[in-house]
């Protein structure tokens, strides 16, 4: 078998590569699903092909825009930037849709040709187009910024969500209104959508709900107190909830191979690695979903040596296996418990991490620090010590040193006097066991047609015992040889296999995972909360994944503190205004309310996906506060009041952002219920985003008018907005002192 440490490097990177392709192949079909999605749910509202076709243009022109931001910025195409690719499928169209919805709005109840129903259409959402754009672009920034393999993905996702964000606006402020111009058909005024049929049917329900909603929502703003009091409420809980997430790093993925360490007793000879090895083999082959398996002696991820080995389990593609039960971790869990029987050796399945540079295996790395000078034998104890406390923990799993333990050697004593007395130097000492025990290149020669390379070691028979050892001579000064046994001895001593030091100290590893249920970030914490159990002068830190995921956690405060910030200059800028933004920013935890409900609800954690799910929703969650609050902001410029103002805001808004929800909705679906290579991160990332957006469209549209009416109320205005406003009223433009309609052939 191969024994080099540079065939684990071939078949992890063959075997990496084939979970890549597939992935992203997979992820393709995702996308390919949500843009069909999106095309249904835009047909559904609009019910005109003419409609729905302006806004699915933009989907392959927004996204080919996005790879050539990539291009120029030197990311590539990898599962990280195709996950960004489906989530801003639904984001992209949203810009298109309200322009559309607002075109054809105009031409149905004013009779208006595309060409002036356009013009006007862009007059009124125009500065909502801006407002939104500014919005979920400022919010992504901020990802750009952070440093380390967390860094690394966000860059990721900020480059592809602020690259189609930005080109979809381009879009609807541009292709967008010409090709309502030129495509769309002139109808009459008061033309409606089908009476009869499914679609009359979905009409009148819609109208039926549009209508209770508007009641409702005259009840609700009467109420202001008793829904404040419920928000607060709201954001207590979200805090709640957010505080008993469980936490991790990534999700861990079934990536179609399982790696087995193999690690017999210190002194075991190759011959006995080799019989272990072998009934791995046999146990492993047998199991349905294995495909192949490649054994490597001498080399594990504890160390190298005769009593370390290492197999690659190939599994079969994933649409030939069936569910869980057949996936990887599921066969890492099957042989651990069938080969924990097997005697002298102790046989370690392992999931590879999704990230390959940041470990060996899925779990935790801890280190185990000397920090006191106390000594080798005194940091052994606190290991085992440690590990002792670690297998009565009900919240870990697997925990082992991660390392070779000490083993006998023999140590040759030399008498120094002796030697120097027979004329025997160090370096021909050094030099005749080197040879005869390892071994030593002499030179090549030809063969035929064949370059031989010759190289010199004593023979097996000659090199068993110490005795052998003493046995083999050595040249003295003058040429003659002097055996060994004349001027050295030979003891047997118990030493360290290995030299381990983290960040300068004298450390023992230790690998483990978190029991059946529970969160690494559990896990993580138990481990902290045993280590400070152990005698002073001891210390520990984390390395790897583990310790990417305490920074992850460490800067998500700082990530969600600054997309806020950065959300609320450029809306105050935007607006030249302290109390408009402050109405948006509020929308933002009714949006965290369903990430958060949504990840416990499927048993998922906060981890790095939770996160930029989050960052997405506070995007989303504003972006329909802005829908409302910029036509209400226009409306109370015009005269109205706050309460009429945002009341009539909504009326207008609520189709659009229903529609635009449920294309966002339906266009990450795909990611919620994936399957196959990558389907866990795919997972994690639709099932918060989702969450959230159902949450944040059912609450908003009732919080949104609640928020303008308090805020409108408590803030006046400055003086000089105040001018502004009256010289408003005075000599308004056109487009502002046409009425606003409210619906289908209703009028303001």
């Given amino acids: 078998m191969p024994s080099t440490p540079s065939v684990i490097i071939a078949v992890t990177a063959r075997l990496d590569s084939r979970f890549v392709d597939i992935s992203i192949g997979k992820v393709v079909e ?161 033309h409606a959508h089908a009476k009869t049929g499914f679609y009359g049917w979905f009409n ?92 490597v002696l001498g080399f594990n991820f504890s160390g190298q040596g005769q009593n370390s080995a290492l197999a690659f389990v190939t599994l079969k593609d994933w649409d030939e296996r069936k569910g869980e039960a057949q996936s990887a971790q599921a066969l890492a869990r099957r042989t651990f418990g069938a080969l924990m029987g097997v005697k002298d050796a102790f046989i370690f399945p392992l999931s590879p991490p999704p990230i390959p540079e940041l470990g060996s295996a899925t779990g935790f790395a801890f280190r185990l620090q000397d920090r006191g000078g106390n000594g080798r034998e005194a940091l052994i104890a606190a290991r085992n010590q440690l590990l002792g406390m670690a297998s009565q923990s009900k919240l870990l799993a697997g925990v082992r040193p991660d390392g070779l333990e000490d083993a006998p050697q023999l140590q040759l004593v030399i008498d120094r006097d002796k030697a120097s007395a027979l004329g025997v130097g160090f370096e021909a000492i050094n030099a005749t066991i080197s040879t005869a025990i390892g071994s030593a290149y002499v030179n090549d020669f030809q063969s035929g047609e064949r370059l031989q390379r010759v190289v010199v070691q004593a023979d097996a028979q ?81 390395t790897g994944q583990s310790r990417e995921e305490r920074l992850a956690g460490a800067t998500a405060v700082l990530l969600f503190g600054f997309s806020l910030l950065a959300v609320f200059l450029c809306l105050a800028a935007l607006y030249e ?30 981890d ?81 985003v989702m969450g959230g957006m159902v949450s944040a469209v059912t609450l908003s549209v009732l919080f949104v008018p609640v928020f303008f009416v308090v805020v409108r109320r408590l803030f006046k205005g400055s003086e000089r907005q105040r001018r502004f406003y009256a010289h408003e009223l005075e000599d308004p433009p056109a487009a502002a002192a046409a009425p606003v309609a409210k619906g289908h052939g209703e009028q303001a």
Avoid at 77 to 86: K, Q, R, S
Avoid at 500 to 516: E, L, Q, S, V
Avoid at 635 to 645: F, I, K, N, V
């Fill in 608 to 688: 790095v996906y939770f996160k930029i799910g989050l960052i997405t929703i506070i995007g989303l969650s504003a972006k329909n506060a802005v829908l409302i609050i910029e036509f209400a902001k226009d409306l109370q410029a015009q005269g109205r009041t706050a309460l009429q103002a945002v009341l009539e805001a909504a009326h207008l808004r609520f189709r659009p952002i229903v529609m635009t929800s449920m294309a966002f909705v339906l266009g990450v679906l795909p990611l919620a219920i994936a399957s196959g290579a990558g389907s866990a991160s795919q997972r994690s990332i639709g099932t918060g």
């Fill in 577 to 606: 205004s302290w109390s408009i933004p402050l109405a948006v920013i509020l929308v933002v935890p009714l949006g965290v309310l369903g990430v958060v409900l949504a990840t416990m609800g499927r048993g998922f954690s906060n």
């Fill in 462 to 542: 000659a090199r068993m015992q110490p005795e052998d050892l003493l046995r083999l001579t050595a040249p003295n000064s003058k040429g003659q040889p002097v055996p060994l046994a004349t001027f050295a001895t030979t003891r047997w001593v118990t030493g360290a296999m290995q030299s381990i030091r983290y960040n300068g100290y004298p450390t023992m590893r230790i690998a483990g995972d978190a029991a059946p249920g529970v969160s690494t970030g559990e896990a993580m914490a138990e481990m902290e909360r045993l280590a400070g159990q152990l005698p002073p002068g001891f210390g520990f830190e984390w």
């Fill in 30 to 190: 995702t996308l390919l699903e949500a843009v069909v999605l999106v095309f249904l749910v835009m047909f559904l509202f609009l019910q005109n092909w003419r409609f729905t076709l302006i806004p699915t243009i933009v989907v392959p022109v927004a996204l080919l825009g996005t790879f050539g931001v990539l291009l120029v910025l030197g990311f590539s195409i990898n599962v990280l930037t195709m996950f960004g690719m489906v989530l801003v499928v639904g984001i992209v169209v949203d810009d298109a849709i309200v322009v559309v919805e607002n075109v054809e709005r105009i031409m149905s109840e004013e009779g208006l040709s595309p060409r002036e129903a356009t013009r006007k259409a862009m007059g009124q959402i125009s500065g909502a187009i801006i407002g939104v754009t500014v919005v979920l672009i400022s919010v992504f920034v901020p990802l750009a910024f952070f440093t380390g393999a967390v860094g690394n993905i966000y860059r990721q996702f900020s480059a592809v969500m602020t690259a189609s964000i930005a080109f979809s606006a381009f879009m609807a402020l541009s292709l967008t209104p010409a090709l309502c111009a030129t495509l769309l058909k002139q109808v009459e005024a008061g």
């Fill in 204 to 295: 009148r329900g819609f109208a039926s709900t549009a209508k209770r909603y508007e009641g409702f929502l005259v009840r609700l703003l009467n109420r202001t107190g008793r829904m404040l009091l419920v928000y607060v409420a709201i954001v207590a809980g979200v805090g709640w909830l957010t505080y008993r997430l469980p936490t991790s790093f990534l999700p861990n993925e079934d990536q179609g191979y399982i790696l087995v360490n193999i690690q017999l007793p210190p002194g075991a000879t190759a011959n006995r690695t080799l019989q272990v090895m072998q009934q791995v083999e046999g146990f492993v082959l047998k199991q349905p979903e294995v495909r192949s398996m490649v054994g």
